[in-house]
């Protein structure tokens, strides 16, 4: 029994090791690094409903064998009947019931975190879907969006580390979904209606954005590629892409 027991403690404390622990180089055989404020929340979520459900699972099993066992056919031996057994049906029923109505809670808890008013922004970034391709809108110099001097890039996505970025999600065609795994944030498209949603990426990072919903043929081709990188550099990113390039200064012979 003392063995099991360690067993089990280490299987625990490798699960619940942190996203390091679980990459060997480049390589990681678990969830993919979290670079944004909301996905340690999500991670010790994912992680409790991992374990509950797992040693709920175990346990089951346990014991389906042991019935297995204890009541196997056996000659000369009369099988046995029972009509239920009321302290077995309440522990059975209730147990499940906490549990559950503790998961619901920690999720809203989460939730309301990811999904609830957002914070105050220091960016606005408008995203508009479409097959196949993400279209990126920046406010130019005035600061407000969808003017005459906004920024706009196609499937290339700059944001500044440590800055509460708000985005508007938008599709022209189908259904979409922006999907960021690092970010550990997922979010519907829907021709018609503006979502938002709000990421603060805590450092500098390359990663890709995926269309999660299959939206036609050419769904694979859906990508896009985001990068998080200091305010600076950011800034100077910003400021190159409202500057107008310089005017060619001679006519070449």
């Given amino acids: 029994m003392r063995g099991l027991i360690k067993v089990a403690a280490a299987a625990a404390a490798a699960l619940t090791a942190p996203g390091e622990a679980w ?11 979290g670079v944004s404020t909301i996905a340690p929340a999500v991670d010790h979520l994912f992680y409790l ?11 089951v099993q346990v014991t389906l064998v042991w019935f297995l066992i204890r009541y196997r056919h056996r000659k000369g031996v009369p099988a046995g009947y029972t009509h239920g057994n009321n302290a077995a049906e309440i522990v059975w029923t209730i147990v499940p019931t906490i549990i559950l109505v503790f998961i619901a809670l920690r999720s809203q808890t989460v939730w309301s975190q990811m999904r609830g008013t957002p914070p105050p922004h220091d960016l ?6 479409e097959q196949f391709a993400w279209n990126i809108r920046y406010a130019g110099p005035d600061g407000t969006l969808n003017t005459a001097d906004d ?35 997922k979010q519907d498209a829907v021709p018609g209606v503006t979502g938002r ?7 500098p990072a390359n990663l890709e954005i995926v269309c ?22 950011f800034d100077a990113w910003m400021a190159a ?12 012979s």
């Avoid at 990459?23 to 690094?33: D, K, M, N, T, V």
């Avoid at 606005?124 to 879907?129: F, P, S």
């Avoid at 706009?152 to 979904?177: E, G, R, Y």
């Fill in 49 to 59: 409903i991992l374990w509950i459900t797992g040693v709920a699972f175990v346990l």
């Fill in 151 to 185: 920024v706009t890039n196609i499937n290339q996505l700059h944001l500044p580390a440590q800055k509460t970025v708000l985005i508007h999600l938008k599709s022209k065609d189908v259904i979409h979904s922006f999907f960021v795994p690092a970010f550990r944030f």
């Fill in 241 to 252: 892409q409202i500057t107008p390039p310089p005017a060619p200064t001679g006519q070449p």
């Fill in 124 to 129: 606005e970034v408008e995203i508009t879907a």
């Fill in 212 to 233: 999660a919903e299959l939206c036609g043929l050419g769904h694979y081709r859906m990508r896009g590629f985001l990068i998080v990188e200091p305010s600076a550099a």
């Fill in 23 to 33: 990459a060997f180089g480049r390589s990681r055989i678990w969830l993919p690094e």
């Fill in 197 to 203: 949603l709000w990421i603060n990426a805590v450092k």
